[in-house]
Every structure is written in C-alpha cells, then in structure tokens.
C-alpha cells in the first residue's frame, strides 16, 4: 500500500516479499558503519526483521520506515520513515539508500515528504533524527530539512554517544 507519492519516488508499506532487497540494503558497508549490524543475512533473517521491525511497528504505532521506489521503473532504492525508538521522546526520522541512489537527493526528497506526513497528518509536533556524529551525508540532509543539532544521546543498549538532531515545534500548535 502507498503511504506517500513525491515527484519521483513512492512510499509504500514493507512486506516479507521485500526480503531480498532488505539482505542488500542492510549488509551494505555503509548501513554496518553508520546505522549497525543488524545480524540480517539471510532471507528468512530479512523476513523476521522486517515482521518484528517495520510491520510491527505499522500495526503498534500506525507508522514505520516505508520502501522508497523509483516511480519510473518500481525498482527499490531504500528505505525512509518514522520511528519510534526506546530511548527517545520523540519520534525519529530514518532514512537509508542504495550506493547507487545516493547524492541524487532521494533521500532529501523521501525524507521532507515523511516529515510533512508526521506534522500534518500524523499531528507530530516534533521529530527528531540520529546519526553518527561522522555521517556527514546524512547530517547534510538533516540540516536541509530544517533540523538542528541538539545533544548527544545514548539509546539503551549502545555505547556509541549519537548526535541528536530536532525538528522546531509544529507552528501550528
């Protein structure tokens, strides 16, 4: 099902038929550095990830990270969406691409229709990020959707200090 439509691209809801993009996206070198292992290796490791992971959370929060796909060709190019992870208050926007769809402003284009898709429809007063405090590519595109660098932060269970990112309040509120 679709969630979002943007010029390009079209975000729709993950399923277990996604698994084999799923192996690509998570054991390429630059998930493992910036975002971690997630121990997904196989197809069946893909498929519990994603039911334990995006489907669950779809069903518990109504929202998750959604497929990206090219409108031209239906070909998957990554994942954006919101989260809700334990160790933040708020909602967290998460986004990651194929090596071949980076630094042509997919993620940007994903990432902006998501947070309008929190504010608006969703009614999120504000969102954050994480990252890596050497992932400059993705704090570039954080700061292009307008968020500002806070504190650093520790999720439960992870020793490596992040740099929190934030949305300004909803000005509708």
């Not at 998570?26 to 995006?54: C, E, H, M, Q």
């Not at 060709?73 to 090596?99: H, K, M, Q, Y």
């Amino acid at each position: 099902m679709i969630v979002l439509e943007t010029e390009r691209l079209l975000l729709r809801y993950l399923s277990a038929h996604d698994a084999p993009f799923i192996v690509a996206l998570l054991n390429d070198p630059d998930w493992l550095r910036f975002i971690g292992d997630k121990s997904v290796r196989t197809l069946d490791d893909a498929r519990a990830y994603l039911r334990n992971g995006p489907i669950a959370m779809y069903a518990r929060e109504g929202f998750g990270l959604y497929l990206a796909v090219l409108k031209a060709s239906g070909e998957p190019i990554g994942l954006c969406g919101l989260i809700r992870r334990d160790g933040l208050a708020d909602v967290d926007i998460g986004f990651a691409f194929l090596p071949a769809f980076r630094g042509e402003g997919y993620a940007l284009e994903s990432a902006a229709a998501v947070m309008a898709h929190g504010r608006d429809r969703l009614g999120l007063d504000r969102i954050v990020a994480i990252t890596t405090i050497d992932n400059d590519r993705s704090i570039r595109v954080l700061e292009r959707l307008g968020l500002v660098r806070e504190q650093p932060v520790r999720l439960p269970g992870d020793g490596e200090a992040l740099q929190l990112y934030a949305s300004r309040k909803n000005p509708r509120t």
